[in-house]
């Protein structure tokens, strides 16, 4: 396993559409984290899963982003009639069980909204 | 809540010099983690060093090392013998020690580490 995969890498969209991305963490880690991080700032947590269960949603979650992990592999991230200032980086990370608490992150999936 | 400050938006330091780079938090937890991430340009965020809070010893990773001062919750990164590859933005993070809500790492602004050949 080479590290947490994300795809795409880019995606342009219009106003008002909707778009998903897809995180793959690495295979023996059952926590995975998004975050979101615009232009020189640092990340901001979006959501957190433990296996397939969402633990933890921020409040930047508005009700037009949805996360997924349906089977405690693979995760999307869902943002319907994007904004412009959905505009950012989008990263996954995983981390493995308790006791192991470095997260590690994927190469992210940048958005832009025209 | 916790937050974590990164005061210094910019740095230049010259190849093979050392530098520190500053952080501080604010926490009421006795247990945490706190870490330095690494992000270059248009490149993926990566893991620098990582400290447990409960230990007293500063971690060191080949030429990175950290002045962790837990009273102060004051926590710097030094580059010794910096190298060109070390230019990049650097995050300071924090995490708390009891899992489930407080397992989501809480990024500083970040710094950007310019390394001058």
């Known amino acids: 396993d080479t590290g947490v995969s994300q795809d795409p890498r880019h995606k342009i969209t219009k106003r008002g559409q909707n778009v998903t991305f897809r995180c793959d963490p690495i295979?023996?880690?059952?926590?995975l984290y998004w975050y979101r991080q615009t232009l020189g700032q640092g990340p901001e947590f979006l959501t957190y899963?433990?296996?397939?269960?969402?633990?933890?949603k921020s409040r930047l979650l508005s009700d037009r982003f949805s996360a997924e992990r349906p089977k405690g592999s693979f995760s999307t991230l869902e943002i319907q009639r994007t904004e412009q200032g959905d505009s950012a980086m989008y990263l996954c990370?995983?981390?493995?069980?308790?006791?192991?608490?470095?997260?590690?992150f994927g190469p992210g999936t940048r958005l832009l909204v025209l | 809540a916790q937050t974590v400050t990164q005061s210094q938006p910019e740095m230049s330091v010259q190849e093979a010099e050392t530098v520190t780079l500053s952080c501080t938090y604010d926490?009421?937890?006795?247990?945490?983690?706190l870490f330095w991430y690494k992000q270059p340009p248009s490149r993926q965020m990566i893991l620098v060093i990582r400290?447990?809070?409960?230990?007293?010893q500063n971690a060191t990773e080949n030429r990175f090392s950290v002045n962790f001062q837990k009273a102060a919750k004051s926590f710097s990164l030094k580059i010794s013998d910096s190298q060109l590859g070390d230019t990049a933005m650097y995050f300071c993070?924090?995490?708390?020690?009891?899992?489930?809500?407080?397992?989501?790492?809480?990024f500083g602004k970040g710094i950007t580490l310019s390394v001058r050949p």
């Open positions: 990370a995983s981390s493995g069980l308790a006791g192991e608490e470095t997260q590690y």
């Open positions: 295979s023996e880690h059952n926590r």
């Open positions: 899963f433990q296996n397939e269960a969402q633990l933890e």
């Open positions: 926490t009421s937890e006795n247990n945490y983690y």
């Open positions: 400290q447990e809070a409960y230990k007293q």
């Open positions: 993070a924090f995490r708390g020690g009891s899992g489930g809500a407080n397992s989501k790492l809480t």
